[in-house]
């Protein structure tokens, strides 16, 4: 099966992708296939990065205040399609496609998941390194997920294969993200942020289960990003992010998943001194091959992904609490 097989699977087109949520329901996806004659402890070629392009708002990666932040992410998302490595869109697909070894009925997906992430982070007041500001930060995370797998014959429903239909809901901690070291200068139209961080399988993993919440490896995850100011008040900004992923071996498995590349951009506008509206977008790539011996699949097609999104945010309390609304694919 070929590794592109994933975007296929767990509709990557949503991901901007979206987040653990669609990853977590491709894998109770192949949880239950192999449940049909495939091997039950099998690594899986449903495997993608733990980051994700245009998450975050456009600029909070930019300078912060001193002190404590925090940032309550809320992100749904949902899909019932399929995109394969060329782009073409389908609602549904034929099992055969995916696995040989099944019969060709055709096979519907509705994907939805609700993941909620706390942010949170501390500006230190001294400035360091010819005056950069220092922040540190923990990001944990709780997702549920609701999946509903739905196979349908040519003529009449099948009934022995997921009889008609297999759903599932799961809930728990995903892995966590920790960022020891955040640094930014700052000049009159300019900012500069050096970031890194690595993110903890802490999350609910078995290789061959169907209740997976987290991915099971380490990644380690240095980032840069340039804000460019074009007015004295910044009331516009344009930023420009580089992100990269390295990638440690899943946990009890030799498989070692691919390395990955993001590019992000954003343009803000503030259209009042306390309205906010946004566009943003994201590209990720995977950038080397998964290896290992427990890789059963050709490498030679590799992950990517793309990302839009809207935003509109509002300083309920100035300086204190802004309220952001965002809307991507």
Same mark, same amino acid.
């Given at each position: ?54 998450? &975050? ?11 404590? $932040? ?39 997906? &509705?994907?939805?998941?609700? $993941? ?43 009934? %022995? ?6 759903? $599932?809901?799961? %809930? ?10 955040? *640094?930014? !200068? ?59 992923? *390295? ?29 906010? *509206? ?9 950038? &080397? ?7 059963? !699949?050709?490498? &030679? ?6 990302? *839009?999104?809207?935003? $509109? ?17």
């Amino acid at each position: 099966m070929n590794r592109y097989k994933e975007q296929i699977r767990n509709g990557s087109l949503v991901k901007g992708e979206s987040h653990r949520g669609i990853i977590l329901v491709a894998l109770l996806m192949v949880g239950i296939l192999c449940a049909q004659g495939l091997r039950a402890q099998q690594t899986s070629p449903i495997q993608t990065g733990h980051y994700s392009p245009a998450f &975050s708002n456009v600029r909070d990666m930019a300078k912060g205040a001193p002190g404590l $932040a925090i940032v309550l992410y809320n992100q749904y998302m949902y899909s019932n399609k399929y995109s394969e490595k060329d782009g073409n869109i389908y609602t549904n697909k034929q099992l055969d496609y995916f696995f040989k070894e099944l019969t060709p009925v055709d096979l519907n997906v &509705s994907l939805g998941s609700f $993941a909620t992430v706390p942010a949170f982070f501390y500006g230190v007041p001294k400035p360091v390194l010819g005056g950069a500001q220092w922040m540190i930060g923990v990001v944990p995370s709780y997702i549920w997920a609701d999946a509903s797998f739905i196979t349908e014959q040519r003529g009449g429903v099948q009934d %022995s294969i997921l009889n008609q239909s297999g759903a $599932a809901k799961l %809930s728990g901690f995903g892995d966590l993200y920790v960022a020891p070291l955040r *640094l930014t !200068w700052v000049w009159d139209h300019l900012d500069l942020t050096f970031y890194y961080g690595f993110t903890a399988p802490t999350g609910r993993y078995e290789t061959g289960a169907d209740d997976n919440i987290g991915l099971g490896f380490w990644t380690h995850q240095p980032q840069l990003f340039t804000y460019y100011y074009p007015v004295a008040d910044q009331s516009t900004a344009l930023m420009l992010g580089l992100t990269y992923e *390295l990638n440690g071996k899943v946990k009890g498995e030799d498989f070692n998943p691919g390395n990955r590349f993001s590019l992000e951009w954003g343009i803000s506008q503030y259209v009042s001194g306390r309205l906010e *509206l946004g566009v943003m977008g994201g590209h990720n790539w995977q950038v &080397s091959d998964d290896k290992g011996d427990e890789v059963w !699949w050709p490498t &030679s097609v590799r992950d990517k992904k793309s990302t *839009l999104a809207f935003t $509109a945010g509002y300083w309920a309390w100035a300086e204190r609490l802004q309220i952001v609304a965002k809307y991507g694919f």
